[in-house]
Structures are given as structure tokens and as C-alpha cells.
């Protein structure tokens, strides 16, 4: 079976760091395509980057660029979301999803992806 695993969330002041982890098994994460997702209250789930499974990562909201970085650790199978300089705007649950195995292109559409992790909260106050 595959299971991924998100945690990492907090609460944090406006300025401040944290580091997502999807810990992933039943599948070899450098072999998926995987996306971050973000769902804040009261509002849509939206994409927020992708890395896909032959390395390039794709930005789907243009105010984290820069702040926010993917990045995959092959011993641990786990995949990252380093996010710095967080908003009050960042506020969200956070996922990480993978699509199938065969799948190389990143999308920001929630549906295209396979499995998805629980979610962890990140909350950033002004």
C-alpha cells in the first residue's frame, strides 16, 4: 500500500520558517511525481509546486516563489517543502499528494494525483 505521511505544521510568526516533511512508503519517491498542496480555510485546495519524477519543479502561486523550495531526501524517502518568510496569507493545511508511477508532468489539478498524505496544519500570525 502506499502511504504518505505529511507533518512538520505550526504556528509561526509572519517572517519565520518551516520545513514539511511527506514521508512516503510503499513507493520510491524519486520515482513520483509529487506536488504540495495547500487548502486555507474556507477556500479551495490549491497547488501550490511540483517537482516531477526527472527533476524539474514547477510553482503554481507566483507569491511563494523564492520563499518556498521542494527538495527529496532518497535515504529517508522522504520529500521536503522548505517554506521561509511566511505570511499570514500561508496560512493553510498542507498535503503532499504523488501521481501514478508513469506520470512525469507536474500539474497544479488536485484530481490528476494518485495518493495523498493526511495534511498538517500551518498557521502564521501577523
Known amino acids: 500500500d502506499v502511504q504518505l505521511q505529511a507533518f512538520g505544521g505550526g504556528s509561526v510568526q509572519a517572517g519565520g520558517s518551516l520545513r514539511l516533511s511527506c514521508e512516503a512508503s510503499?513507493?520510491?519517491?524519486?520515482?513520483?511525481?509529487i506536488g504540495w498542496f495547500r487548502q486555507a480555510p474556507g477556500k479551495e485546495r490549491e497547488g501550490v509546486l511540483c517537482?516531477?519524477?526527472?527533476?524539474?519543479?514547477?510553482y503554481y502561486v507566483d507569491s511563494v516563489k523564492g520563499r518556498f523550495t521542494i527538495s527529496r531526501d532518497n535515504a529517508m524517502n522522504t520529500v521536503y517543502l522548505e517554506m521561509n518568510s511566511l505570511k499570514p496569507e500561508d496560512t493553510a493545511v498542507y498535503y503532499c499528494?504523488?501521481?501514478?508511477?508513469?506520470?512525469?508532468?507536474?500539474?497544479?489539478?488536485?484530481?490528476?494525483?494518485?495518493?495523498w498524505g493526511q495534511g498538517t496544519l500551518v498557521t502564521v500570525s501577523s
Open positions: 517537482a516531477s519524477s526527472y527533476g524539474p519543479s514547477a
Open positions: 510503499g513507493i520510491t519517491v524519486t520515482d513520483y511525481t
Open positions: 499528494a504523488v501521481r501514478s508511477r508513469s506520470v512525469t508532468v507536474c500539474t497544479s489539478y488536485a484530481r490528476a494525483y494518485a495518493f
